[in-house]
Structures are given as C-alpha cells and as structure tokens.
C-alpha cells in the first residue's frame, strides 16, 4: 500500500516523501499517447500512401501532428491553469478518442492530416497537464516531486524505444488503421486510472469566457501556424512542382508579424523576447531545430525507405529500428552520467560526432542490398547522437535563462522540437525517391551528416572559447 505523506512532518527542512506512486504511474498512462501516435506512424506510411495514391501527403500527415502539438502543448499549459489541470488532462483524452475513432474510416489524405491535427491537440494535453497535476500535489502534501517526474520521463523513453515496434505489429495484424484502434483502449485505461487516482480539481473563481480567450493568446497561435504552414508550402515546392517563391516571400511577413504580435502581446502565447534577452537561448533552440531536424530525418526517413525500397514489412522494419531507441536510451543514461563532470558543449561533441559518423554510414555505406545486419548496426549507430545531443542542449538551456524564465523557455524549447520535426518530414520528402539511387537513402545520409558536420564544428568552436576563457 503506498503511504499517505500529507500528515508527515518535514525534517530539516527537506520534503518527507516522494508522492505515491499511483499517481505518476496514473498520468503517465497518458503522457505516452503523444510519443507513441509520433513512433507508430513511422512504419504505416508507406501503405497510408497506396492506400490514398500519394506520396506527396506523407509529409503532411507528419508534420500535421507535430504543427497541431506545436500550438497545443503550450496552449494546455494554460488551460491547466485557468480550468485545472486534471480537466484539461481528460479533456485531451477526449480529443483523442473523437480523432482515433475516425482515424480508420477517413477516405481521403486531406480529411487524414485534418484527424492527425485533432489528434496532435489532444495528445499534446497530457504532458504539461501531467506537470501540473505533480506541481500541485507535491507542494500540497509537502513531498519531493523528483520521483514522479522521472516516472513520465521514462514512460516517453520507452514509448519512444518500442513504439516502432509495436506499431509493425500493429500494421502486420491489423494494417495501418491498427495505429489509430491501439488508441481506444489505452484512452479508456488512462482514464480509469486518472478519475480513479488523480484527486480532483480544487475550485477556481469564475471569470468571463472573453477574458479567458485573450489570455491564451488566439492571435499568436493563429500566427504561428500560418507561419509554419507557408514554410512547409514553400519548402515543399522546391522541387519545382509548386509556387515555391510565393510561399516563401510570404513566409516572412508572417514570421515579422507574429514576432511583432508576441512582443507586444500581454500574455503572449510564445516570449520571443527571451531569444534577445538571453541570445545563448536563442543558439539553443536554432541548435535543437537542427538536431531534432537529423534525428526525425531517421525517425520517419528510415522505416518508409526500409519498406518502399527494401520491401521489409512493417514488422521487420519496427524490430530493425528497434536499435536506434534502444541505444538512443543507453546514450541517454552515458551522457546522464557523464554530465555530472562534463561542461554540456562537450556532451554536444560527441554527439555531434556520432551525427556525422552515423549519417556518413548511411550515406556511403548503405544500399538496396545490405545484409540486415548491417543495418542493424547503422540504426545503433543512428541511435547515438540523441542522447548526447538531448542532453546537453537541455543543460545549456538551464544555463543560459534565470529561474524565473525556466517555464516560458522550456515552452519556446519544446516549439523547436516540433519546428525540428515538421522541417525534417521536408528533408525526407525531397531525398527519398524509389527512382533514385538507393532509393534516396544516400540523399539523407548526406543531409545527417552535414547537419552533424555543422553542429560539430559549432559545439568545437564554443568548446574552443570556453577553455581560452578559463586560462
């Protein structure tokens, strides 16, 4: 039975507790959904294609879910907190349940990446709110919160590390609407557990539903996804199949508008302004768009050119990946070691080295007749950089804002991410081809190891200043 610590004592002046360990285990459940719906998708879009006879929306039902999470993560944050955090947490729930129930039956790509976006907001509730729910709990029985949080943490580590996996089986038993089924009962299980452990909301003040709009910032939201949708339009008629120029000359006034909206804004829904007060933070998220950039070129790249040029199946595709979470994990515990003694630019070093290395391997060394256990072993290697790059790029944004910014930075930090992951279906989209050489994997390979070459030489540089300035 897990102990009740809101009547223990503090002893000198330290938390008596951790919180009971029903509650993380209870929010984790759904903090998975986000990590798990992003990973198992990796191995169904090949035949989400032939299913819609196009190839060209693979990367648009990608960077749909990410786009939608880009706005959804933060704007939850806030809704945690005018509305309480565990009904905004099954209010998510919710939003997912509608989007994975229509999920299987939309007829066409475009009604897809119109589900995927629902289903991006409502997956991306849980983790903030999840924060929340802890925040309180911990300051309301007096116990350290350290214990929980490393709980939702691991559950991301490891949906992250076998939702590939489980997402081949899904599509071998079930096709590629499995991915959106798997959904059903995890939201029905999640929920029990939340109404079940999860204590209930305290009482707010009301206040006017207008006033509660305008603090979540409508405006900006609307901003950035046109923003980041002109991007995506642009960058994806690079190839000369669409206006390119149009979409990209408009990309900028709206990038000018929506920084100018957020510095004027009263709450705004992004704090650019911290990108000039603290300029090592703004190196830090352009830093984490580039290595979120690499890793989703394999997270997604990879799966589809095993499938469409090798012919693996869904499954053999999921086990292959497999490596590159399960050593992406294993790095993640080095670099956690290693960066109690280490400055974070050194952990950067290696993973930007690992970068190179690996994408040099899938560049130069992999083709349409490897043996399998040579791409084993490239996924490993692929699986490497994350951890140290995550890692240190986490401690230098500890390092580079006051305390009192830690919770916008961390918001504007996880935007990178999705930025990251949404160029990175762009990068995939122009490189792999069935009619090119390898199938385009060498285009890719080369595309990693030029962003580690990058990343490398920059992390070397800054390395370099460092250590000049200790001397």
């Known amino acids: 039975m897990t102990q009740d ?3 223990t004592p503090a002893v000198g002046g330290e938390p008596p507790s951790s919180l009971p360990r029903r509650l993380p285990w209870s ?3 759904g903090t998975i959904l986000l990590g798990l719906n992003s990973a198992m998708i990796a191995v169904a879009l090949v035949p989400m294609a032939a299913e819609f006879g196009d190839a060209g929306v693979i990367a648009w039902i990608v960077s749909s879910l990410y786009i939608a999470a880009a706005v959804g993560s933060p704007t939850a944050g806030r809704l945690a907190d005018l509305l309480g955090p565990r009904r905004t947490y099954l209010a998510g729930l919710a939003i997912v349940l509608v989007a994975s129930t229509l999920g299987p039956f939309v007829p066409t790509a475009e009604l897809m990446i119109a589900d995927r976006v629902l289903l991006g907001l409502g997956a991306s509730v849980q983790f903030p709110a999840a924060m929340a729910i802890i925040r309180q709990q911990a300051e309301r029985r007096g116990a350290r919160p350290t214990g929980a949080i490393g709980v939702i943490a691991l559950c991301g580590q490891t949906t992250a590390a076998l939702g590939p996996t489980t997402g081949g089986l899904v599509v071998l038993l079930w096709g590629w609407q499995g991915i959106f089924w798997v959904n059903l009962p995890m939201v029905a299980l999640c929920a029990t557990l939340v109404l079940a452990f999860v204590p209930k909301d305290a009482r707010r003040p009301r206040r006017g539903g207008a006033a509660q709009l305008a603090s979540l910032d409508p405006l900006g939201m609307l901003l950035l996804v046109v923003t980041l949708v002109l991007l995506m339009l ?3 008629s690079l190839d000369g ?4 120029w149009l979409f990209l000359a408009a990309f900028v006034p709206a990038l000018a508008l929506f920084v100018w909206r957020e510095r004027r804004a009263a709450s705004p829904f992004v704090d650019v302004t911290l990108m000039t007060r603290y300029p090592q933070f703004a190196l830090t998220c352009l830093r984490a768009v580039a290595t979120f950039v690499s890793f989703y070129c ?8 095993l499938e469409a040029t090798r012919g693996l199946d869904a499954g053999l595709t999921g086990l292959l990946m497999l490596p590159v979470f399960g050593v992406g994990a294993l790095s993640t515990w080095t670099a956690t070691r290693l960066g109690a003694r280490w400055h974070p630019r050194e952990l950067l070093v290696i993973g930007s080295s690992a970068m190179v290395v690996a994408g040099a391997a899938l560049a130069f060394a992999t083709g349409p007749d490897a043996p399998l256990w040579w791409l084993a072993i490239v996924c490993a290697l692929l699986g490497v950089p994350n951890g140290f790059n995550n890692l240190g790029n986490q401690l230098l944004l500890h390092r580079a804002v ?3 910014a830690a919770g916008s930075s961390s918001g504007v930090y996880r935007t990178a991410q999705y930025i990251g992951a949404s160029l990175a279906a762009v990068v995939v989209a122009h490189t792999l081809d069935e009619s ?14 030029v962003i580690g070459a990058v990343l490398l030489a920059a992390s070397l540089v800054a390395l370099a200043r460092l250590r000049r300035g200790r001397s």
């Open 5 to 7: 610590v809101r009547s």
């Open 27 to 29: 929010l984790g459940s």
């Open 234 to 236: 642009g960058l994806l």
């Open 241 to 244: 199949a669409g206006p390119a």
């Open 298 to 305: 394999v997270f997604y790249g990879l799966p589809q050119w």
């Open 402 to 404: 006051p305390a009192e």
């Open 436 to 449: 090119a050489p390898a199938g385009g994997v060498h285009a890719m390979g080369a595309a990693v190891c």
